[in-house]
T-cell receptor, first 115, second 110 residues
Framework: EAEVAQSPRYKITEKSQAVAFWCDPI?????LYWYRQILGQGPELLVQ????????DSQLPKDRFSAERLKGVDSTLKIQPAELGDSAMYLC?????????????FGPGTRLTVL | AQRVTQPEKLLSVFKGAPVELKCNYS??????LFWYVQYSRQRLQLLLR??SRESIKGFTADLNKGETSFHLKKPFAQEEDSAMYYC????????????FGKGITLSVRP
């Protein structure tokens, strides 16, 4: 069964360093989402792509976060420089782009710890 | 603005007891409501959505627009129901972002 892949699964870094996360959505899914989940909270959308275009990045802290999906397939989320408050689980999800509603399928997440 | 409130963080019940996980929402339009579940060491997955009006693993949820609620219910809890449950909302339409509640841990004791 096809699944969303993410790497790395865990990342420990020091503040002010740069980190990058990778996501490979389910084949054929045009929409890709990055969510951040702080401990004790539900996931919050950071950025949404439709193919290679950004649909919603209103909650992305653009001074330090960037996201790209150059060929409309896999995606990279970068933080530079990382801050202590960035410690969280970063989830990637994808959905098909047909029909009235498209179920979002989630990856296993990348747990980031900033020291 | 859209908001989802799950007022409780933890619900602990004995096997066979009824379960009700509460969810209230705030949204100016006509929302779509979902319950997502995360079992231990597994990824977040869709449990059910209001528009399908189906029962999944014995769980049901009814959208009450008057009370702006979407509570998840199961008449007889099983140990394998122990998990983290998130209520979520999206705008009507394809590929709309999800707004999640904070989640509730359901613990079913033998």
């Amino acid at each position: 069964e096809a699944e969303v892949a993410q790497s790395p699964r865990y990342k420990i870094t020091e503040k002010s360093q740069a980190v990058a996360f990778w996501c490979d959505p389910i084949s054929g899914h045009a929409t890709l989402y990055w969510y951040r989940q702080i401990l004790g909270q539900g996931p919050e959308l950071l950025v949404q792509f439709q193919d290679e275009s950004v649909v919603d990045d209103s909650q992305l802290p653009k001074d330090r976060f960037s996201a790209e999906r150059l060929k409309g397939v896999d995606s990279t989320l970068k933080i530079q420089p990382a801050e202590l408050g960035d410690s969280a689980m970063y989830l990637c999800a994808s959905s098909f782009d047909r029909g009235a509603y498209n179920e979002q399928f989630f990856g296993p997440g990348t747990r980031l710890t900033v020291l | 603005a859209q908001r989802v409130t799950q007022p409780e963080k933890l619900l602990s019940v004995f096997k066979g007891a009824p379960v009700e996980l509460k969810c209230n929402y705030s949204y100016s339009g006509s929302p779509e409501l979902f319950w997502y579940v995360q079992y231990s060491r597994q990824r977040l997955q869709l449990l059910l959505r209001h528009i399908s009006r189906e029962s999944i693993k014995g769980f049901t949820a009814d959208l009450n627009k008057g009370e702006t609620s979407f509570h998840l219910k199961k008449p007889f809890a099983q140990e394998e129901d122990s998990a983290m449950y998130y209520c979520a909302l999206s705008a009507t339409g394809a590929n709309s972002k999800l707004t999640f509640g904070k989640g509730i841990t359901l613990s079913v004791r033998p």
